[in-house]
């Protein structure tokens, strides 16, 4: 509930919350939790979307163009996925959330 209100009322969370909890507290393989994570945050995103769309709120220009932009970056991540290491993935991970609470805090 609480990853889902905040990816609800800030758009964050698929990476920074949902990951660490999987993997660490559920004990999910990290490749799975990045795979239920995206899972996770498309429905919860969707649902944000709409309200969000219906209100107003929305650049939807700017948000299809990114959505299009996103399947190249899909389509590429889910082929390294496959090909890199369980430990790999982890770093990688971890590295990403760490550098993004780094810009947030200090950006």
């Known amino acids: 509930m609480f990853c889902g209100s905040v990816l609800?009322?800030?758009?964050?969370?698929?990476?920074?919350?949902?990951?660490?909890?999987?993997n660490s507290l559920l004990n999910v393989d990290i490749k799975k939790?990045?795979?239920?994570?995206?899972?996770?945050?498309?429905c919860l995103s969707m649902i944000t979307a709409i309200s969000y769309a219906k209100g107003g709120q929305a650049d939807m220009e700017t948000a299809i163009w990114f959505v299009l932009g996103s399947l190249l970056g899909v389509a590429?991540?889910?082929?390294?996925?496959?090909?890199?290491?369980?430990?790999?993935?982890?770093?990688?991970?971890?590295?990403?959330?760490?550098?993004?609470?780094?810009?947030?805090?200090?950006?």
């Open 76 to 107: 590429t991540s889910s082929k390294l996925m496959r090909m890199l290491s369980e430990r790999l993935v982890y770093i990688i991970t971890i590295s990403v959330i760490t550098v993004s609470l780094l810009m947030y805090l200090f950006w």
């Open 8 to 22: 609800g009322s800030t758009g964050v969370g698929g990476g920074v919350l949902l990951l660490p909890i999987l």
């Open 33 to 42: 939790a990045v795979g239920s994570s995206v899972v996770l945050a498309l």
